[in-house]
């Protein structure tokens, strides 16, 4: 089983990407609102060296959502694809990002996942 753990910054596309999740029988998702360090430390002066990743990010881009799932090695790169087709690509800036994490002990989910 892996965590797999989505940071998504393009907010817009969540609801979409969880129709897709359930289509695909991909459930139990878990979405927290979530900010990034460069947002939460946008006003601390003694931090200017933020201002260039500034430029680099959507300036109003203020929130994102991080989704959780706990899933058999062999749904992740269908997760995978469903993301990066509904946002564009995970490679294109100010998007997102997401990975996993191996779990080693899990109780409370359906094992024929």
Excluded: W, Y
């Excluded at 991909?26 to 931090?47: F, K, V, Y």
């Excluded at 899933?71 to 993301?83: A, N, Q, T, Y």
């Excluded at 990066?84 to 100010?94: M, S, Y």
Aim: charged share 25%; hydrophobic share 40%; aromatic share 4%.
């Amino acid at each position: 089983m892996k965590l797999l753990i989505i940071v998504l910054n393009k907010i817009e596309c969540l609801d979409k990407i969880l129709t897709k999740f359930g289509k695909n029988n991909l459930p139990g998702a878990t979405i927290l609102d979530s900010r990034g360090m460069a947002q939460s430390l946008e006003g601390h002066d003694e931090l200017r060296f933020l201002g260039s990743l500034r430029l680099l990010m959507n300036p109003a881009h203020k929130e994102n959502k991080t989704i959780f799932m706990v899933l058999p090695e062999e749904k992740i790169p269908l997760v995978s694809k469903i993301v990066n087709e509904v946002t564009g690509g995970l490679e294109k800036p100010d998007t997102g990002i997401l990975f996993t994490v191996p779990v080693d002990h899990v109780e409370g989910v359906e094992q024929h996942l």
